[in-house]
């Protein structure tokens, strides 16, 4: 029987083969030829020594973080999640580096839309410190879940001689992971204020390309103050866009506002429009019309030449299809043609707090979502959802994937459900976020800083909640979309998804694939028995469906053969039996059941289906030999153990 590989994507693996695939010629015994590569490549090959770089002290090191697969796990935590069964929206606590390579599988190429706010590196925020060695215990010593040497969570201040350098490096293999999660078609939204702004519009000119970047938007997030200020008050951040490819991305169109509208109040087969004055007071389109009573207009009362707003070609073409009428006043006629309403308005790349049609709102509104929602100050800074929403509405689709790796206090969760309400509509969500250590960021914090967490630990206090953001970007999404539901008591909201699944970042269910680097003797020992103790069956479950690159939010229908728990995932395609104690009697129950579910495939000669039991579930190697046997019998594809 096949063991399930354990590790999260390959990265590298992968790279090799799109190479493989592109040029065969230059593996030899499965290593690359770089000569042979070069002369491929032809003239595109730079031969000079000095060129274009962008470097910073420990980019190497980033660099090979994000090629590591991770050994760690997402643990399912039903009792947080809200609507579990019914849900497409998943909240995932913990370290968004391992979190992204787990989801390598699972969601590449998943995503339309990635939004995130990362730590700005003011000084006073936190920036994570990954470790090469061992990640996930790295992680949970960061999150105080483990006792550490006093590692945990640090400000990254600006006397320390790495400033940029460590943001770089916690920056640059999140946003290479994260763009392998894009649709083709997908882009990427990053907020950002001006003490990162230069670094990180290079760093993404490298892991997205230059011709990729579509605009800085400059987004006025506050207004008025400053006068503390040594030499100007900085009132805005920027929002940098990439697309993964930009020839494949859409163009960006704003939805109207309901003021600008109003003026399209006819409709035909083609659309909305409205009728407009065909002449114009000046132009460059002179020529004559004849009217219905053959009048022509072609000099006005001055005897002028009359300007047309549109070529000769294009009225008599929009005349034949009834896009143009005549009207007759008491000495002359009035031309009118049919302004219709353009495919989209062109999002601009200035968001100005002043412009009450186009506010998108400002952290202030983003600080009042919340207290409306908690009647506390409880997070600083939270971007207002309202400018999310807006960024969604340029490109995601009805039923598209968001994702925020970096989501704070829930703003991304929230916009989409605002903008689902809308247009009625079922965008979905991956919220990631590090359950950051709210006692141990008071201890550093200083300023309002201070006060918002110290509100925040307050609350969780009274709500009997650990003190993690995490806690507060769950309750917000909790009570957000009650809120909406609440608001909105004269619609039908039945299929507005307010739920979410909650999964946490752990290390791996089984021994074998946490190794542990400082304690390699005891690892193997231990691997007798393979599955930790404190693990559940829906543990390992859903870490086998990440080991097979399947969505998190996949329905799973739990039966009962034979006495035994089993999963059928995806209508038999993947079964699923983690009972101890297996006989011959319920692999063949189990068979018999795939049978009923999975058509057979004549041409391959087999059911495409998958079946996974514990390695150490069966009675001895016997039973393990038939159990194989009897698959085969039943032409099942693949069977595995953990
Ligand atoms: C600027 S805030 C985002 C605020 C969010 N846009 C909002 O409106 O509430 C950045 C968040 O990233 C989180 N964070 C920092 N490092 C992280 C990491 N390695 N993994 C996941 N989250 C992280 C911080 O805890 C913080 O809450």
Redesign the pocket.
């Known amino acids: 029987m096949n063991k399930l590989d354990g590790k999260s994507l390959d990265i590298i693996s992968q790279n090799v083969e799109k190479l493989k695939d592109l040029f065969p010629e230059v593996f030899s015994e499965d290593k690359i030829n770089f000569e042979k590569l070069k002369e491929e490549l032809g003239s595109f090959t730079d031969k000079e020594n000095e060129r274009y770089n962008f470097t910073w002290n420990g980019k190497q090191e980033a660099k090979r973080i994000a090629q590591t697969p991770s050994t760690g796990t997402l643990r399912p935590c039903k009792e947080d999640s809200k609507n579990w069964d019914t849900t497409q929206n998943l909240y995932i606590e ?4 391992e ?1 992204l390579k787990l989801l390598q599988k699972s969601y590449h190429k998943k995503v339309k839309m990635i939004y995130i ?4 590196n003011t000084g006073k ?4 410190k990954d470790n090469f060695r061992d990640n996930i215990k790295n992680y949970m010593e960061q999150t105080g879940q483990i006792d550490s040497d006093g590692n945990r969570l640090s400000t990254n201040s600006d006397t320390n001689g790495r400033y940029h350098s460590d943001w770089l490096s ?1 920056m640059y293999p ?1 946003l290479k992971l994260a763009r392998n999660l894009l649709k083709d078609n997908g882009v990427i939204f990053i ?1 950002i204020d001006e003490v990162e702004y230069s670094k990180l519009r290079s760093l993404c000119d490298e892991i997205f390309g230059e011709t990729n970047h579509i605009a800085d938007l400059v987004w006025q997030n506050k207004k008025g103050g400053g006068n503390d200020s040594k030499h100007i008050a900085v009132e805005h951040e920027y929002v940098l866009i990439y697309a993964k490819y930009e020839v494949k991305l859409h163009s960006f169109f704003e939805p109207y506002k309901p003021e600008y509208l109003k003026r399209y109040k006819e409709e035909d087969n083609t659309g909305l429009f409205f009728w407009d004055t065909f002449k114009r007071k000046s132009g460059k389109q002179y020529y004559s019309i004849e009217c219905p009573d053959g009048t022509i207009l072609e000099n006005d009362e001055l005897g002028n030449p009359i300007s047309w707003l549109r070529s000769e070609d294009r009225f008599l073409e929009d005349k034949k299809i009834g896009d143009v009428r005549f009207f007759k006043t008491k000495d002359s006629w009035n031309i009118h043609f049919k302004q219709r309403l353009p495919e989209g308005k062109k999002p601009r790349s200035i968001f100005l707090e002043e412009s009450i049609l186009n506010s998108q709102g400002t952290t202030s509104d ?1 600080s009042s979502e919340l207290l409306n929602l908690f009647k506390k100050n409880i ?1 600083q ?3 207002p959802s309202s400018l999310i929403k807006h960024f969604m509405t340029f490109i995601v689709n009805k039923d598209e994937l968001i994702l ?9 969760a929230h916009s989409v459900m605002n903008l689902n309400l809308d247009d009625n509509s079922n965008r979905k969500y991956i919220c ?3 359950p ?1 250590n709210l006692d141990d960021s008071l201890i550093k914090a200083i300023g309002p800083t201070k006060a918002t967490i110290q509100s925040a630990i307050e609350f969780l206090e009274e709500s009997q909640k650990p003190h993690f ?1 995490t806690e507060i ?1 769950k309750e917000r999404i909790r009570r957000a979309g009650d809120k909406i539901k609440e608001d909105n008591p004269d619609k039908d909201l039945s299929s507005l998804d307010i739920g979410f699944k909650v999964y946490k970042l752990d290390s791996s269910n089984i021994k074998e694939w946490d190794s542990d680097f400082d304690n390699l003797e005891t690892s193997l020992l231990d691997a007798v028995d393979n599955i930790k103790s404190d693990r559940t069956s829906q543990d390992l479950l859903y870490e086998i469906l990440l080991k097979y690159g399947l969505d998190l939010t996949l329905p799973i229908e739990e039966k009962t053969i034979e006495g035994k728990t089993v999963y059928n995932i995806g209508f038999g395609a993947l079964v699923v039996c983690l009972d101890d104690n297996i006989t011959i009697e319920v692999v063949e129950a189990i068979a018999e059941f795939i049978k009923e579910q999975v058509v057979y495939d004549e041409e391959k000669k087999k059911r495409h289906a998958r079946v996974v039991f514990k390695d150490k579930s069966f009675a001895d190697t016997n039973v393990k030999t038939n159990a194989i046997q009897v698959l085969k019998q039943f032409d099942i594809d693949e069977v595995v153990s953990i």
């Open positions: 913990g370290d968004n580096l979190v706010d990362p730590p700005y925020d936190f920036v994570y916690m999140r907020s983003g997070f800074n939270p971007k925020d790796f970096f989501s704070g206090s829930g703003t991304t990631v976020q590090l950051e953001i970007g």
